[in-house]
């Protein structure tokens, strides 16, 4: 197993208009965050909200290219981000213990926090296509390169760490610095991790390991 400190490369935050950062995503321009009654866009190069959408957003936040999913409750909402009309709604498959979200190869990933497990889900239906456990509770979900990464916060401590998607076994950890929580995490395709800050308010960028090095 890969492990090594997780390395913040910049925050944003806190921010006067949200409460906290409970769900995360990326839609190739904005970083979205979910922060209770809403749901902002933030400029990664300014650090400015930009924009809004009054939603419940409770937790986890996905984007599919056209749509933004969120976990209201035990509810995952399917919205238009240009109206923040509520166009679909599909039950979340904790019912209401979901933690993250993610979009990947056409399904939803939710996270279950203290149950320990990722599922796999119809974005139409909900329907529950496949269940991945892991040993540490799921604070938020992210694909990249073929790769699943989870946030966890368990026993005051918190890490980003990537998993085998079909046994669960962890193949790499980032650890957070002591104090800092993962409440929310998403991928920008490449080399940067955006995870939630809960009620501190913040928004932290963490750098995404080569693929060389040596395992520790």
């Known amino acids: 197993m890969r492990h090594s400190p997780a390395e913040i490369i910049r925050e944003y935050g806190p921010f006067p208009e949200a409460k ?10 904005r970083i979205w965050f979910a922060s209770g009654d809403r749901l902002n866009a933030l400029d990664p190069d300014s650090g400015a909200i930009v924009g809004a959408l009054s939603v419940p957003a409770d937790a986890g936040t996905a984007f599919d290219g056209r749509h933004l999913f969120q976990i209201a409750e035990a509810a995952i909402h399917r919205i238009d981000p240009t109206t923040g009309e509520v166009v679909a709604t599909i039950p979340a498959p904790g019912n209401g213990e979901d933690s993250g979200l993610a979009w990947a190869e056409g399904s939803l990933w939710v996270g279950q926090y ?6 796999q889900v119809d ?10 456990e ?11 390169d073929g790769e699943l990464w989870h946030g966890t ?11 085998d998607p079909q046994t669960g076994e962890v193949m790499e950890r980032l650890d957070m ?9 998403e991928s920008d395709g490449a ?19 080569g693929r060389g090095g040596t395992a520790t």
Do not use: N
Request: positive net charge.
């Open 20 to 29: 906290g950062v409970h769900g995360v995503s990326y839609d190739g321009r």
């Open 177 to 185: 610095p002591a104090g800092t929580v993962v409440s929310g995490l």
């Open 123 to 132: 974005p139409d239906t909900g329907t529950v296509l496949r269940t991945i």
């Open 114 to 119: 203290r149950a320990r497990k990722i599922y």
């Open 134 to 144: 892991t040993d540490r509770f799921v604070t938020g979900v992210t694909w990249v």
């Open 191 to 209: 080399d940067r991790f955006f995870c939630g800050g809960a009620t501190s308010g913040k928004l932290r960028v963490v750098r995404r390991p």
């Open 153 to 163: 916060w368990q026993d005051e401590t918190c890490d980003v760490r990537r998993i």
